[in-house]
């Protein structure tokens, strides 16, 4: 009997330059799937992710309180730090290279402010849930960088096997989908295995990389498909984010 041919993988680089695009006085922002007004027929999502933004919100502003329904919405910040706070009393602030998740569930309002000096610059990424009706939570959690230096860490999931509890795991989220981060050295690769019919959306936090022999920029999006393993190599010191979905 013949081995089956090794799947090399498909690659669809989104180029930071040619996302989606929104600016006021006090947000800028990309949008790497349709959202707000931004509409793509092409990019309406991606498996179970939504939403993939990447805002930058001036010192002293933010989004003042509104309501969300029947989604999971996973914060993971890059400079600054954002200022939670909700209609079921939470208020949190989460710095940069942490991450906060929201389930909005059954209703819920929320504000995210900068009350910082400088810019806060999030990704906001949101998951469709795998059931209705969820009762709505909040959360954030410190992940140091030092832990995924030269390997892919989980920082929110919902599969079988990655809900552990304690300092380190992964904030839980409803729906089969892990969000992975890692701190790459130039020249530094990791790998990542996919299960049959899954699929992966990579975005460079900071630096640039090799996916699958696909030179990918510094906030740009990957949509990994096709493949069992995801080669990821390093060209300069980076970090990056990876979510796997099914």
Request: charged letters at 25%; glycine letters at 10%.
């Amino acid at each position: 009997m013949t081995a089956p041919a090794h799947r090399t993988g498909h690659v669809e680089r989104r180029p930071f330059d040619g996302l989606g695009r929104f600016a006021t006085d006090w947000l800028e922002a990309r949008y790497h799937f349709s959202f707000a007004d931004y509409v793509d027929p092409a990019r309406m999502g991606f498996g179970a992710l939504r939403v993939w933004n990447d805002d930058r919100i001036a010192p002293g502003t933010g989004f003042p309180p509104h309501p969300h329904r029947e989604m999971e919405i996973v914060t993971f910040v890059r400079r600054g730090a954002i200022t939670h706070e909700d209609s079921l009393g939470n208020r949190g602030r989460t710095a940069a290279g942490d991450v906060q998740v929201m389930s909005a569930g059954t209703g819920i309002r929320h504000a995210e402010f900068n009350l910082e000096d400088a810019p806060t610059e999030v990704f906001q990424i949101w998951i469709q849930p795998a059931e209705a009706r969820l009762t709505p939570r909040w959360e954030t959690r410190h992940f140091p960088r030092s832990a995924r230096a030269g390997r892919l860490v989980p920082l929110a999931s919902g599969r079988a096997g990655m809900a552990a509890e304690g300092e380190g795991a992964p904030l839980h989220i409803h729906q089969d989908a892990t969000l992975f981060a890692a701190a790459l050295r130039a020249g530094e690769a990791v790998r990542h295995r996919l299960d049959p019919g899954r699929r992966a959306y990579l975005v460079p936090v900071e630096g640039r990389v090799t996916v699958c022999g696909t030179d990918i920029e510094a906030r740009d999006g990957a949509a990994v498909t096709d493949t069992e393993t995801i080669e990821i190599a390093a060209r300069q010191d980076c970090d990056l984010l990876l979510f796997d979905l099914a």
